[in-house]
Protein backbone atom coordinates (compact mmCIF):
# COMPACT_ATOMS: atom_id res chain seq x y z
CA UNK A 1 0.00 0.00 0.00
CA UNK A 2 1.53 3.34 -0.71
CA UNK A 3 1.95 5.26 2.58
CA UNK A 4 1.06 8.37 4.10
CA UNK A 5 2.70 10.50 6.27
CA UNK A 6 1.79 13.60 8.47
CA UNK A 7 2.95 15.79 11.69
CA UNK A 8 1.60 14.10 15.16
CA UNK A 9 -0.29 17.04 15.97
CA UNK A 10 -0.76 20.86 15.12
CA UNK A 11 -1.97 23.88 17.00
CA UNK A 12 -4.41 26.72 15.30
CA UNK A 13 -5.81 30.04 16.48
CA UNK A 14 -9.57 30.24 16.40
CA UNK A 15 -10.95 32.30 13.40
CA UNK A 16 -7.78 31.72 10.89
CA UNK A 17 -7.10 29.16 8.73
CA UNK A 18 -5.02 26.03 8.71
CA UNK A 19 -2.94 24.07 6.29
CA UNK A 20 -2.61 19.82 7.34
CA UNK A 21 0.67 18.42 5.02
CA UNK A 22 0.32 15.36 3.40
CA UNK A 23 3.27 13.64 2.11
CA UNK A 24 2.86 10.92 -0.14
CA UNK A 25 6.02 10.18 -1.92
CA UNK A 26 4.85 6.51 -3.22
CA UNK A 27 1.83 7.74 -4.42
CA UNK A 28 1.04 6.08 -7.94
CA UNK A 29 -0.69 7.72 -10.73
CA UNK A 30 -4.09 5.93 -9.98
CA UNK A 31 -4.53 6.56 -6.27
CA UNK A 32 -7.26 8.70 -4.99
CA UNK A 33 -5.84 11.46 -2.04
CA UNK A 34 -8.60 11.47 0.41
CA UNK A 35 -8.92 13.22 3.75
CA UNK A 36 -11.29 12.12 6.85
CA UNK A 37 -11.39 13.68 9.75
CA UNK A 38 -12.46 11.94 13.71
CA UNK A 39 -14.38 14.00 16.30
CA UNK A 40 -14.10 12.65 19.91
CA UNK A 41 -15.66 9.47 20.21
CA UNK A 42 -16.87 9.33 16.83
CA UNK A 43 -16.18 7.12 13.90
CA UNK A 44 -14.36 8.94 11.41
CA UNK A 45 -16.09 11.39 8.89
CA UNK A 46 -15.13 12.16 4.81
CA UNK A 47 -13.80 15.33 4.45
CA UNK A 48 -12.72 15.70 0.97
CA UNK A 49 -11.12 13.89 -1.96
CA UNK A 50 -8.95 14.81 -5.28
CA UNK A 51 -6.48 12.97 -7.68
CA UNK A 52 -4.67 15.59 -9.40
CA UNK A 53 -6.76 19.23 -9.34
CA UNK A 54 -7.08 20.78 -6.34
CA UNK A 55 -10.56 21.13 -5.31
CA UNK A 56 -13.12 22.67 -2.95
CA UNK A 57 -16.27 22.08 -1.23
CA UNK A 58 -17.99 23.23 1.94
CA UNK A 59 -15.77 22.09 4.45
CA UNK A 60 -12.64 22.18 3.06
CA UNK A 61 -9.95 22.85 0.26
CA UNK A 62 -7.51 20.47 -0.92
CA UNK A 63 -4.23 21.30 -2.54
CA UNK A 64 -2.58 18.80 -4.45
CA UNK A 65 1.04 19.34 -5.45
CA UNK A 66 2.03 18.97 -9.44
CA UNK A 67 3.74 15.55 -8.70
CA UNK A 68 1.25 14.58 -6.00
CA UNK A 69 3.71 13.45 -3.84
CA UNK A 70 1.99 15.99 -1.00
CA UNK A 71 -1.14 17.54 -0.23
CA UNK A 72 -2.23 19.54 1.91
CA UNK A 73 -5.88 20.42 3.22
CA UNK A 74 -6.89 23.71 3.77
CA UNK A 75 -9.72 24.90 6.24
CA UNK A 76 -10.39 28.49 5.99
CA UNK A 77 -11.70 29.59 8.77
CA UNK A 78 -10.83 27.38 11.96
CA UNK A 79 -13.59 26.91 14.41
CA UNK A 80 -13.60 25.06 17.77
CA UNK A 81 -15.67 22.48 16.34
CA UNK A 82 -12.80 21.33 13.52
CA UNK A 83 -10.63 19.84 16.53
CA UNK A 84 -10.26 16.65 15.46
CA UNK A 85 -7.43 14.05 14.13
CA UNK A 86 -7.43 14.63 10.26
CA UNK A 87 -6.39 11.43 8.24
CA UNK A 88 -4.84 11.18 5.00
CA UNK A 89 -5.06 8.35 2.67
CA UNK A 90 -4.72 6.69 -0.64
CA UNK A 91 -7.29 4.85 -2.26
CA UNK A 92 -6.28 2.96 -5.60
CA UNK A 93 -7.39 2.94 -9.16
CA UNK A 94 -8.17 -0.98 -9.60
CA UNK A 95 -10.59 -1.43 -6.53
CA UNK A 96 -8.80 -2.41 -4.10
CA UNK A 97 -10.97 -2.44 -1.51
CA UNK A 98 -8.51 -2.44 1.60
CA UNK A 99 -8.26 0.98 2.99
CA UNK A 100 -5.51 1.83 6.02
CA UNK A 101 -5.31 4.53 7.57
CA UNK A 102 -2.40 6.10 9.27
CA UNK A 103 -2.49 8.53 12.82
CA UNK A 104 -3.17 11.14 11.35
CA UNK A 105 -3.12 14.64 12.44
CA UNK A 106 -4.85 15.61 16.25
CA UNK A 107 -5.17 19.21 15.28
CA UNK A 108 -6.26 22.03 18.65
CA UNK A 109 -8.00 24.89 18.33
CA UNK A 110 -6.84 27.75 20.70
CA UNK A 111 -9.85 30.19 21.30
CA UNK B 1 -30.88 6.92 2.72
CA UNK B 2 -28.32 4.41 3.99
CA UNK B 3 -27.71 4.41 7.38
CA UNK B 4 -25.46 2.26 9.86
CA UNK B 5 -25.18 0.83 13.11
CA UNK B 6 -23.04 -1.10 15.43
CA UNK B 7 -23.72 -2.30 18.79
CA UNK B 8 -23.33 -2.49 21.53
CA UNK B 9 -22.04 0.97 22.25
CA UNK B 10 -19.86 0.02 25.37
CA UNK B 11 -18.70 -2.86 26.54
CA UNK B 12 -16.63 -4.33 29.72
CA UNK B 13 -15.71 -8.04 29.75
CA UNK B 14 -13.25 -10.06 31.51
CA UNK B 15 -10.38 -11.96 30.07
CA UNK B 16 -10.80 -14.67 28.90
CA UNK B 17 -14.40 -14.54 27.73
CA UNK B 18 -16.10 -14.39 24.26
CA UNK B 19 -17.18 -11.13 22.64
CA UNK B 20 -19.59 -10.38 19.45
CA UNK B 21 -19.80 -7.08 18.01
CA UNK B 22 -22.59 -6.69 15.51
CA UNK B 23 -22.93 -4.15 12.44
CA UNK B 24 -25.80 -3.88 9.96
CA UNK B 25 -26.21 -1.29 7.16
CA UNK B 26 -29.63 -0.44 5.85
CA UNK B 27 -30.53 1.27 2.31
CA UNK B 28 -27.70 -0.18 0.13
CA UNK B 29 -26.90 -3.48 -1.25
CA UNK B 30 -24.15 -5.64 -1.49
CA UNK B 31 -21.94 -3.05 0.34
CA UNK B 32 -18.29 -3.62 0.82
CA UNK B 33 -17.78 -3.93 4.79
CA UNK B 34 -14.99 -3.16 7.37
CA UNK B 35 -14.25 -3.64 11.16
CA UNK B 36 -11.52 -1.18 12.62
CA UNK B 37 -9.87 -0.93 15.88
CA UNK B 38 -8.55 2.23 17.45
CA UNK B 39 -6.40 1.60 20.58
CA UNK B 40 -6.29 4.69 22.63
CA UNK B 41 -4.10 7.16 21.52
CA UNK B 42 -2.98 5.45 18.14
CA UNK B 43 -4.63 5.31 14.58
CA UNK B 44 -7.23 3.02 12.77
CA UNK B 45 -5.97 0.16 12.40
CA UNK B 46 -7.87 -2.20 9.48
CA UNK B 47 -9.37 -5.59 10.93
CA UNK B 48 -11.31 -7.02 8.81
CA UNK B 49 -13.19 -6.20 5.81
CA UNK B 50 -15.65 -8.00 3.08
CA UNK B 51 -16.20 -7.39 -0.10
CA UNK B 52 -19.62 -10.27 -0.24
CA UNK B 53 -21.21 -12.28 1.61
CA UNK B 54 -18.71 -15.20 3.16
CA UNK B 55 -15.70 -13.22 1.46
CA UNK B 56 -13.75 -12.14 4.91
CA UNK B 57 -10.02 -10.48 4.23
CA UNK B 58 -8.34 -10.56 7.44
CA UNK B 59 -5.26 -7.81 7.70
CA UNK B 60 -4.02 -8.68 11.01
CA UNK B 61 -3.56 -12.35 12.38
CA UNK B 62 -4.95 -12.22 16.14
CA UNK B 63 -7.56 -13.95 17.93
CA UNK B 64 -10.17 -11.73 16.50
CA UNK B 65 -12.64 -13.52 13.49
CA UNK B 66 -15.28 -11.65 11.60
CA UNK B 67 -18.37 -13.24 9.57
CA UNK B 68 -20.36 -12.04 7.42
CA UNK B 69 -23.84 -13.83 7.05
CA UNK B 70 -25.78 -11.98 5.38
CA UNK B 71 -25.58 -8.99 2.88
CA UNK B 72 -25.73 -6.19 5.17
CA UNK B 73 -24.42 -7.83 8.70
CA UNK B 74 -20.84 -7.90 9.60
CA UNK B 75 -19.85 -9.74 12.98
CA UNK B 76 -16.61 -9.14 14.96
CA UNK B 77 -16.06 -12.26 17.20
CA UNK B 78 -13.64 -13.41 19.51
CA UNK B 79 -13.71 -17.10 21.27
CA UNK B 80 -11.22 -15.37 24.37
CA UNK B 81 -10.70 -12.03 24.57
CA UNK B 82 -6.82 -10.34 25.31
CA UNK B 83 -6.46 -7.70 27.82
CA UNK B 84 -4.65 -6.00 24.23
CA UNK B 85 -8.40 -6.43 22.47
CA UNK B 86 -9.48 -3.42 24.54
CA UNK B 87 -10.19 -0.18 21.96
CA UNK B 88 -12.58 1.72 20.06
CA UNK B 89 -14.25 -0.83 17.66
CA UNK B 90 -15.26 1.27 14.39
CA UNK B 91 -17.75 -0.49 11.30
CA UNK B 92 -18.01 1.07 8.27
CA UNK B 93 -19.33 0.58 4.52
CA UNK B 94 -18.89 2.00 1.33
CA UNK B 95 -19.88 1.05 -2.11
CA UNK B 96 -18.97 -1.26 -4.24
CA UNK B 97 -18.09 -0.57 -7.88
CA UNK B 98 -18.01 3.00 -7.74
CA UNK B 99 -15.12 4.19 -8.88
CA UNK B 100 -12.11 5.33 -6.12
CA UNK B 101 -13.98 8.60 -5.07
CA UNK B 102 -16.47 6.63 -3.11
CA UNK B 103 -16.45 7.44 0.56
CA UNK B 104 -16.53 5.50 3.26
CA UNK B 105 -19.12 5.40 5.89
CA UNK B 106 -18.14 4.44 9.83
CA UNK B 107 -20.13 3.59 12.63
CA UNK B 108 -20.88 4.88 15.80
CA UNK B 109 -18.23 2.83 17.07
CA UNK B 110 -18.00 0.41 19.89
CA UNK B 111 -16.17 0.46 23.10
CA UNK B 112 -14.61 -2.35 24.47
CA UNK B 113 -12.69 -2.29 27.87
CA UNK B 114 -10.95 -6.26 28.72
CA UNK B 115 -10.66 -6.15 32.59
Known amino acids: DAKTTQPNSMESNEEEPVHLPCNHS???????IHWYRQLPSQGPEYVIHGLTSNVNNRMASLAIAEDRKSSTLILHRATLRDAAVYYC????????????FGTGTRLTIIP | SQTIHQWPATLVQPVGSPLSLECTVE??????LYWYRQAAGRGLQLLFYSVGIGQISSEVPQNLSASRPQDRQFILSSKKLLLSDSGFYLC??????????????FGEGSRLTVL
Open chain 1, 89 to 100: ILRDGFGNEKLT
Open chain 2, 92 to 105: AWSNVGLPPEGELF
Open chain 2, 27 to 32: GTSNPN
Open chain 1, 26 to 32: TISGTDY
